[in-house]
């Protein structure tokens, strides 16, 4: 495993006020509530089946697609949004990419420039987060090693599953704080994994 360059490091951490200003349009009605379920197989079908729907939509301008987030550990709770990272050449160059979304019912509700150039789009059922990044980003690297970390560390994927739990109970009234709750042992699971880089680098 490589030691990573400090852009990968350092995780961005928003502001509530960032995320006032990122909203487009109407709030999603899924983010009124945090429901954590059990892990759910079908979670990598319903993956399969928007990642062929993003290659019928945009061919050639899709740099890579992966699944991210929850969904995408096998055993791990997880709220049932399919979280998708898209790489795009340039995700300024919103008419390259957020019209042919449109057609297959996604919407686009947070423009992030900040936050090396996201955008994020949902699915008309609100049942997918389409994450849009240039290809020079470092945060889909970031949700890689985090996926495929959680994948191969039951203690970690136990202990963030025990964390969302809770969380989710915590920030029932508040909804809108449970993803910046999860920052603390989100860090620290990340401390773990470029503590392990940095080790294997020196070897």
């Known amino acids: 495993m490589a030691e990573y360059p400090q852009e990968v490091t350092q995780r961005f951490h928003g502001t509530p006020e960032q995320m006032g200003a990122a909203l487009v349009g109407e709030r999603p009605r899924r983010w009124e509530s945090i429901v954590v379920e ?21 061919g050639s301008q899709i740099v890579s697609i992966e ?11 997880a709220k049932p949004i399919i979280d998708i990272d898209l790489l795009v050449q340039d995700t300024a160059e919103e008419t390259h990419y957020v019209p042919a979304l449109e057609r297959f019912g996604y919407r686009l509700v947070l423009r992030e420039p900040w936050w090396y150039g996201h955008r994020m789009l949902i699915s008309s ?28 560390h039951p203690e970690d994927r136990e202990l963030y599953a025990s964390t969302k739990r809770r969380l989710a109970r915590d920030t029932a009234e508040q909804p809108g704080d449970y993803n910046l709750a999860k920052n603390e042992v989100i860090d620290e699971i990340y401390a773990r994994i470029f503590a392990t880089a940095g080790e294997a680098g020196q070897g």
């Open 125 to 152: 059922v609100e049942d997918v987060h389409l994450h849009v990044w240039p290809q020079s980003a470092p945060e889909p690297i970031r949700h890689k090693l985090f996926r495929d970390w959680l994948r191969l």
């Open 67 to 77: 699944h991210v987030g929850s969904t995408s550990v096998p055993g791990l709770a």
């Open 38 to 58: 059990e892990y759910d197989p079908a979670w990598m079908e319903r993956f399969a089946a928007a990642s062929s729907l993003l290659q019928e939509g945009l």
